[in-house]
């Protein structure tokens, strides 16, 4: 049996989408801010953003997230490194997979009260043993992730995604797998980012899948 189908992991997975679907009155609440994030207007710092959001979920889908399942597993990946674990949604189908396939899953999450929730919804799951999330600064935090890297999820501040690649980008072993989310409702603030890894100089080929708002499914070649 996959590890996805394990009760104990769709059972926290359904209470957690559930409960995500509650983000939409933040989303109302704040809606200039939510514009102005779109429209890459420049914000608040990165600590004071993940406090204020430190009750929002924004997680991946459940399609988005049987896919990364599903390529973790196809790949055999054992190192899964994922920058910004929020409640740990996108973090139970990265160690889901890890579980299949003997792999481990570091993630990086700034926000305190999300960090220790997300732990404990880990715990919950049955799969606190195959991850490690470490809270702090990603550019910091993930800086010790040992090579080989088989596969990234880049989930977190939109501003960071090609700091954090490029800082990963050489314990990327060739094969490896990028999965980027919100491509298309972040495509200003993005655009560097798909620039990177679409070019074609930068050792990568990419893809953006009709997954939720835009997945980008990028492949280091070399």
Do not use: C
């Not at 049996?1 to 992991?9: A, E, H, I, K, N």
């Not at 409960?19 to 809606?31: N, S």
């Not at 997680?59 to 674990?85: C, D, H, K, N």
């Not at 490896?176 to 200003?188: E, G, H, M, P, Q």
């Amino acid at each position: 049996m996959s590890t996805l189908d394990d009760p104990r992991v769709t059972a926290t997975l359904d209470r957690l989408h559930g409960a995500a679907r509650g983000d939409i009155r933040f989303f109302v609440r704040h809606l200039p801010m939510m514009i102005g994030m779109v429209l890459g207007k420049e914000g608040e710092p990165a600590a004071a953003m993940s406090a204020r959001f430190k009750d929002v979920y924004i997680p991946i889908s459940r399609e988005q997230g049987r896919f990364l399942y599903l390529t973790a597993v196809a790949m055999g990946a054992r190192r899964i490194v994922e920058f910004g674990t929020s409640f740990g949604v996108s973090t139970i189908y990265a160690a889901a997979a890890a579980r299949d396939t003997g792999g481990r899953v570091i993630g990086s999450e700034l926000e305190p009260s999300k960090h220790e929730r997300a732990l404990a919804n880990l715990a919950e799951a049955g799969l606190a043993d195959v991850v490690e999330v470490r809270l702090g600064d990603a550019m910091e935090t993930l800086r010790g992730v040992p090579a080989p890297i088989d596969l990234v999820l880049l989930d977190g501040w939109k501003d960071l995604y090609l700091p954090v690649l490029q800082l990963l980008e050489p314990k990327l072993r060739p094969g490896s797998v990028v999965l980027a989310d919100n491509i298309k409702t972040f495509r200003r603030s993005l655009a560097p980012y798909v620039e990177y890894v679409q070019s074609g100089r930068q050792g990568f080929r990419s893809v953006t899948l009709p997954l939720k708002d835009g997945f980008e499914f990028s492949v280091r070649l070399a």
